[in-house]
């Protein structure tokens, strides 16, 4: 069977994904697998490149560039070859394939290309449309813990009209409910993009300034002293949970930079927890992957107080694969390895498939 990776895109997070896609081809299991890898140029080129039947070499191989025949890096410096195609296809008939869809941020884990791999009848791995679309919205999976009962910290949300129209009433708003400092995010985002702590009215107003570049709608949080613990989950209708993980850190926030190029992020797995409160951040991780009708995979994030209070902070239906990541690192704590995993995901991704074939 063939895995069609797609990986690139034109989030904020290209190059994110690129590194997960490199960390998933070293997972694979080429006894059983052929990878088709497509990559999305960052202006929304889709190139084609050879089939790799063994692990690439580093994630600058898989960084292609349009060509009129498809190769791989042969020496160092050399840029690696793809032949530009229609997204359609991806889809040969008679070919039996599942798409893994490496892709973080808008356009990779927000529904709009797990909508594309439903009208061309692909199995692919992660959650379907409309469980992408509710994670990947902040405003939209806040509302949705409320009505599941998973505690989260106050926040106040609104969209771009309201910010031109009325800003000076929406800064008092959030200072009459929220207290300093607080944290200003993209509605649609992820990986730190996009994100601010501010602790004062001028920094809010900026803060506002700078979400607004990656999305129209805007969330500002109350900020709490807290640890952030995550918690990985896999799997269908019968999903299940990993260790709990901290993070454990030198600086109150860890932006974008500091995550994936300083890699700085220390995870400890399993989280130093009392029992009883490790219990209740799985126990929340699940009630958030079902109220979204997440399938596949999931990475929950939540704050923990010294006092042992627990809020969700965010669900991340395709959590990163790079070496930093925590999903696979809390599952390799678990006991389950990378290539089981992977191995996994593409069953569960064939299973919720033909689940849906059988409705039709």
């Given at each position: 069977m063939k895995i069609t990776l797609l990986y690139g895109g034109q989030s904020a997070e290209h190059d994110i994904s690129i590194i997960s896609a490199h960390s998933i081809c070293q997972a694979i299991m080429y006894n059983y697998y052929q990878v088709q890898p497509i990559y999305i140029t960052k202006t929304g080129q889709w190139l084609k490149a050879p089939l790799l039947e063994g692990p690439s070499t580093s994630p600058e191989q898989l960084t292609l560039t349009a060509g009129d025949t498809a190769h791989w890096a042969s020496a160092p410096g050399?840029?690696?070859?793809?032949?530009?195609?229609?997204?359609?296809?991806?889809?040969?008939?008679?070919?039996?394939?599942?798409?893994?869809?490496?892709?973080?941020?808008?356009?990779?884990?927000?529904?709009?290309?797990?909508?594309?791999?439903?009208?061309?009848?692909l199995p692919y791995v992660g959650a379907g449309v409309t469980a992408s679309a509710n994670g990947m919205d902040k405003i939209i999976?806040?509302?949705l813990f409320d009505n599941s009962n998973i505690p989260q910290v106050p926040y106040e949300a609104f969209d771009k009209r309201e910010w031109r129209e009325s800003s000076e009433e929406l800064i008092q708003k959030c200072e009459g409910s929220l207290l300093y400092p607080l944290f200003v995010k993209p509605a649609n985002m992820g990986s730190s993009v996009g994100i601010s702590k501010v602790s004062d009215r001028q920094e809010l107003a900026e803060a506002i300034e700078v979400a607004l570049k990656y999305d129209r709608r805007i969330v500002v949080e109350q900020g709490i002293t807290a640890d952030e613990c995550e918690v990985a989950v896999l799997g269908n209708d019968d999903a299940h949970v990993s260790e709990v993980g901290k993070l454990l850190k030198e600086s109150e926030f860890y932006d974008y930079?500091?995550?994936y190029i300083n890699n700085q992020?220390?995870?400890?797995?399993?989280?130093?927890?009392?029992?009883?409160?490790?219990?209740?951040?799985?126990?929340?991780?699940?009630?958030?992957?079902?109220?979204?009708?997440?399938?596949?995979?999931?990475?929950?994030?939540?704050?923990?107080?010294?006092?042992?209070?627990?809020?969700?902070?965010?669900?991340?239906?395709?959590?990163?694969?790079?070496?930093?990541s925590m999903y696979p690192n809390l599952w390799k704590a678990?006991?389950?390895?990378?290539?089981?995993?992977?191995?996994e995901l593409l069953q569960l991704a064939l299973r919720r498939f033909n689940a849906k074939q059988e409705l039709n």
């Open positions: 050399e840029v690696s070859s793809g032949v530009v195609i229609n997204p359609g296809e991806i889809k040969v008939e008679g070919e039996e394939t599942i798409v893994f869809p490496v892709l973080h941020g808008p356009n990779g884990e927000d529904g709009t290309i797990q909508g594309f791999l439903e009208v061309l009848g999976s806040k509302r930079e500091e995550k992020v220390i995870m400890q797995i399993p989280a130093d927890l009392p029992e009883a409160v490790a219990e209740k951040i799985q126990d929340y991780a699940l009630k958030a992957y079902r109220a979204i009708d997440g399938s596949g995979l999931s990475r929950v994030d939540f704050f923990v107080t010294s006092s042992y209070d627990v809020y969700i902070n965010e669900i991340n239906t395709m959590p990163g694969f790079t070496p930093y678990t006991g389950l390895n990378t290539r089981d995993l992977i191995e």
